[in-house]
């Protein structure tokens, strides 16, 4: 089967990973502490908020899906029904106490494409009432309890960002401050071969050694990548930007707690510091560019510590791609630093202006989809979308005419960036977001805001075609990462409000949000320790209880990647083949195309549920 265009510089990414399932696991020498007798997280005395709630493995099915978390009071209320009733069916919506508070009829929408099954939609928007507990009956089926509160969604927005930290390398995670998920430092000069404090670059790229500790691991494996650690710092730092005061009210948990500087940009700097390091040195050949990725010269097991691995660590070649999204996220990174730490803002900027001096002399160094042994390959052979975005950080941050003719003079800057969801590949929709809302004088900044309200109409009428109302209707079955994809495709909807302050646009995010957290056709919610039936085992190398009782799950907040139709992985093409694209998923470990968690994609969901707690 031929993979979708998105998916095909990934495919010898997926190659080389499939091989994973077949390594011997490595034992852990480290317990993590904090745990219950179970091994999971959240044992006597942890933090109950970092601590996920253990819910049972099978969970009652029901034909009524709703989103498990819950409905602000003032916003939509959908639910979606499966039945074969080509009639609307009577339902109630009862309180904790069994009293039915609101009734009426449902209505009939037919065969859903996207999942096979007969539907029907409730709405129950009319109820306005604050509470918790309730149900929604539909012709004498009960669903999953949920609450309608307010603050449904302040506490994801801090979970949602507090999962850098216990992602972090080079650094000891502390059980004081994420109980549960204690581990010593990964990839520091303590560990193996001085882990990432002095690698070498693989054969042949180049002679010298970089210090490249911190950073973010990028998903459940040890590699860290520019490219996608350029999408997902800036999307922290966009959940700053979009509202400042708010971030400077969220307090997330994290070492460095209780600064003057907002948490989330001390978050995105612990990544931003990592990406400065992985540039070039003056008087090397190709000085000022990125090196695209640092990983183990070989796949590692599952389970494997990030301390315990004994894997060299290489540098990758340089890469045009990289150095744009190192370029992108230091510019964006030196505007907003700026009224907290003057010099570390400049120093961002020099080396934003570095950086895209370099790709402008190297534009067509592409990563090859072959680099994939010990790492993702993450190729990419178009970087219009990277000089894009770089050039628009760069505008927006120094207010540069020549910035601003490279944006102006990119093919991109007139065309539909909204026509699909933008990710690591395609960052050109970056570019266009933050156009549109950060002060510039920029000549048609009147017109690039109305590309956003357009792209945001477009994906409300998808919603509307949507018996699940998601924000997501590809043609030829789910991408990998489905999930970010949609949360994407809501940030452009959720800058429309921020654009217009229109209503329909932020009710387009909350209703959008339902089918993440349950208004599914597998009654899933995708987010560990949030709804009833929540995703657990997100492939993963540290969080592994599913593999080693003495491990935790992923931290509560963690999304997982959602169905993905091609089912790469062994697990899920064994027990899903032929199955409609909502179907194609499965709380395993060891299903990494569907069930994988990375920075990126809880990026989206950062920007997503900061962005409705802002908004509740």
């Known amino acids: 089967m031929r993979l979708p265009a998105f998916l095909q510089s990934r495919k010898a990414r997926l190659t080389a990973i499939a091989a994973i399932v077949a390594v011997p696991a490595v034992v852990l020498p480290i317990v993590f502490s904090g745990s219950d007798e179970h091994g999971l997280p959240g044992g006597a005395g942890a933090d109950t908020a970092y601590a996920f709630p253990v819910t049972p493995d099978h969970i009652p099915d029901t034909p009524v899906r709703v989103n498990q978390v819950g409905y602000l009071p003032d916003g939509p209320k959908r639910a979606t029904v499966i039945s074969d009733s080509s009639q609307p069916l009577p339902w109630q919506l009862k309180d904790n106490a069994g009293k039915v508070v609101a009734s009426g009829e449902s209505q009939p929408r037919g065969m859903d494409p996207s999942s096979g099954q007969n539907t029907h939609v409730v709405d129950f928007s009319e109820y306005r009432a604050t509470?918790?507990?309730?149900?929604?009956?539909?012709?004498?089926?009960?669903?999953?309890?949920f609450d309608l509160d307010p603050k449904a969604y302040q506490q994801l927005g801090i979970d949602a960002l507090s999962f850098y930290y216990p992602q972090r390398s080079g650094i000891a995670i502390d059980d004081a401050i994420a109980p549960g998920y204690a581990r010593k430092a990964g990839h520091t000069a303590e560990t193996h071969d001085g882990g990432d404090s002095k690698v070498p670059c693989q054969p042949g790229v180049c002679d010298y050694t970089l210090d490249v500790t911190g950073g973010w691991y990028d998903a459940g494996d040890h590699g860290k990548y520019v490219v996608n650690g350029g999408i997902s710092v800036a999307q922290l730092m966009s959940s700053y930007e979009r509202s400042p005061r708010a971030a400077e009210a969220r307090a997330l948990r994290l070492p460095e707690h209780g600064s003057k500087t907002p948490d989330v940009l001390h978050e995105a700097r612990w990544e931003l510091d990592f990406l400065t390091k992985m540039q070039v040195p003056a008087g090397q050949p190709l000085a000022g560019m990125a090196h695209h990725k640092v990983t183990d010269a070989a796949w590692t097991g599952l389970p494997t510590d990030p301390a315990a691995d004994t894997q060299q660590r290489q540098l990758h070649a340089p890469s045009t791609a990289a150095t744009l999204n190192l370029a992108a996220a230091a510019a964006q990174g030196a505007r907003v630093f700026e009224p907290y730490d003057k010099q570390y803002a400049e120093k961002l900027l020099k080396v934003a202006k570095t950086a895209y001096a370099a790709a402008q002399a190297h534009p067509t160094m592409y990563a090859p989809d072959s680099d994939s042994t010990g790492g993702g390959a993450y190729g990419d052979s178009n970087v219009t979308d990277e000089f894009y975005w770089a050039a628009a950080e760069l505008y927006l941050t120094t207010g540069d005419k020549q910035y601003g003719a490279d944006v102006t003079g990119s093919p991109l800057h007139k065309a539909d960036v909204f026509d699909r969801a933008f990710d690591w590949q395609n960052t050109a929709a970056l570019g266009r977001l933050d156009l549109a809302t950060v002060k510039s004088q920029l000549a048609d900044r009147d017109r690039v805001r109305q590309s956003v309200v357009d792209g945001a109409d477009r994906f409300l009428k998808t919603m509307d075609g949507q018996a699940y109302g998601q924000a997501y209707a590809p043609e030829g079955g789910y991408d990998w990462a489905s999930n970010s994809q949609m949360l994407n495709n809501l940030a452009v909807v959720g800058t429309a409000f921020d654009i217009t302050g229109k209503a329909k646009?932020?009710?387009?995010?909350?209703?959008?949000?339902?089918?993440?957290?349950?208004?599914?056709?597998?009654?899933?919610?995708?987010?560990?320790?949030?709804?009833?039936?929540?995703?657990?085992?997100?492939?993963?190398?540290?969080?592994?209880?599913?593999?080693?009782?003495?491990?935790?799950?992923?931290?509560?907040?963690?999304l997982a990647g959602g169905p993905n139709s091609q089912l790469q992985d062994e697990v899920a093409s064994a027990a899903l083949r032929g199955c409609k694209p909502q179907l194609c998923y499965m709380d395993d470990i060891q299903s990494w195309s569907t069930n994988e968690l990375t920075i990126n994609w809880n990026a989206s969901l950062a920007w997503v549920s900061t962005f409705v707690a802002d908004n509740a």
Request: glycine share 14%; charged share 20%; hydrophobic share 25%.
């Open 505 to 558: 646009y932020r009710d387009g995010v909350l209703g959008g949000m339902d089918y993440i957290f349950g208004r599914n056709a597998l009654n899933q919610s995708y987010v560990t320790g949030y709804g009833e039936k929540a995703s657990k085992n997100q492939h993963s190398r540290w969080y592994a209880h599913q593999l080693d009782p003495k491990l935790p799950n992923p931290p509560r907040g963690t």
């Open 131 to 145: 509470g918790h507990t309730y149900t929604l009956e539909v012709d004498g089926k009960a669903s999953l309890p």
